[in-house]
């Protein structure tokens, strides 16, 4: 595992502990001068131009998170060198790449996640589902580092194949995952790692895949708010023979609904 740190790092606050980015409003600190607006204007009345200067850190990572939706959560276990375990959920989460196949989860502020991986780079990608939503937010609490939030929200760890962090018994589907680099930049902490192993409930299993129905995953919407899976459609990719001709939309593959 390597660190890498950006050009702009500071330290980490020690004490922030937040697990989940739905408290993460809260935990952003304020450091504009006093003539950067607070929040942006209650209506539009033309295009919304701005940067990250424009509001105040906390309004900024609202309007994101507002934008870039749904998004995944990945239930991250770990567990320290004393043996503790911990399990939390980040939506800033989702897979890298797929020659080798990696994954990554971002962390603001220095939480138990993080700590825990530092000691042992390793975790468990436990894919959040709709009927584990409430169990799921309690785990985002700022519990002392020596609590397990498995007993708190009454899940069953269960051991894993490939890595010392243990599975959320009650998850549909895992991700076992090697720590290869921590990228670092100020409070960002974006943890890229390898998957080492999968595993995947028969409940979720129809017509040799996982069905999207079954699997009925989470999706991380801003605020307090999230979503489950809504109508879907499938869209060909498009066949580069048939695209032929002056440029033109009448050889777009169309959506059907599923």
Known sequence: MTVSPGSDRVAADPA???????????????????????APP????????????????????LLLTALVVPRPVGWISTVSAAG??????????????????????GSTGEKDSLKNIREVPEFVANIATMDLLEKMSFTSGDFPRDQDEFAWAGLTP?????????RVGEAKAHLECEVK?????????IVIAKIVHVHVSPSVWKNGRVDPKLLDPVGRLSGSMYAS???????????MKQVQGPPSPDVM??????
């Not at 911990?86 to 797929?98: C, R």
């Not at 680099?181 to 902490?189: A, N, S, V």
């Not at 109508?231 to 066949?239: E, G, H, I, Q, T």
Request: aromatic share 10%.
């Open 16 to 38: 922030t502990r937040r697990s989940n980015d739905a408290d993460l409003a809260a935990d952003v600190r304020t450091t504009k001068s006093t003539d950067t607006p607070t």
């Open 42 to 61: 209650s209506t539009l009345t033309e295009p919304l131009e701005l940067g990250p200067d424009t509001l105040s850190p906390r309004e900024f990572y």
């Open 84 to 105: 503790v375990r911990n399990v939390a959920p980040y939506s800033y989460f989702n897979l890298m790449g797929s020659e080798p196949f990696y994954c990554a989860f």
């Open 158 to 166: 269960v051991p894993s194949v490939k890595v010392r962090p243990e």
């Open 181 to 189: 680099h921590i990228y670092e930049d100020g409070r960002t902490h």
């Open 229 to 239: 899976l809504g109508d879907l459609y499938s869209v060909a990719r498009p066949d």
């Open 253 to 258: 593959p169309r959506a059907t609904r599923r």
